[in-house]
């Protein structure tokens, strides 16, 4: 099962950090978000994007996690070379991450 069939995500930009939303499609999907999606998953995930600290805040009433990507942008929108790297592009990018789930 891969995150897009029990989450959707959103994300943004502001000069060299990312902001990456992803929020369960149904409540009662969001503890395996919790279990799935740490801090450090997320920053793996990334790997050679990010280069800064990656903070996760939880936002249980709603069913989402929130994180910050640090030192994300290659400088900013405005300085970096990307074509397409930036904030906005990552939320599709975070839906292909493979959850290890026990259905039985």
Same mark, same amino acid.
Do not use: C, W
């Given at each position: 099962? &891969? ?10 930009? &502001?000069? /060299?950090?990312? %902001?990456?939303?992803?929020i369960a499609r149904d409540l009662a999907d969001y503890p395996l978000l919790e279990r799935a999606l740490s ?30 990507? /640090? ?6 929108? %405005? ?8 904030? &906005? ?16």
């Amino acid at each position: 099962m &891969k995150l897009r069939d029990i989450a959707l995500a959103r994300s943004g930009d &502001k000069g /060299n950090r990312a %902001t990456l939303s992803v929020i369960a499609r149904d409540l009662a999907d969001y503890p395996l978000l919790e279990r799935a999606l740490s801090a450090e998953r997320v920053r793996a995930h990334y790997q050679g994007l990010v280069h800064g600290p990656v903070q996760r805040y939880t936002l249980a009433h709603l069913g989402a996690l929130h994180f910050v990507l /640090n030192d994300a942008l290659g400088g900013g929108v %405005t300085r970096s070379l990307a074509l397409d790297a930036h904030g &906005k592009t990552l939320s599709a990018a975070i839906l292909d991450i493979v959850l290890d789930v026990d259905l039985s």
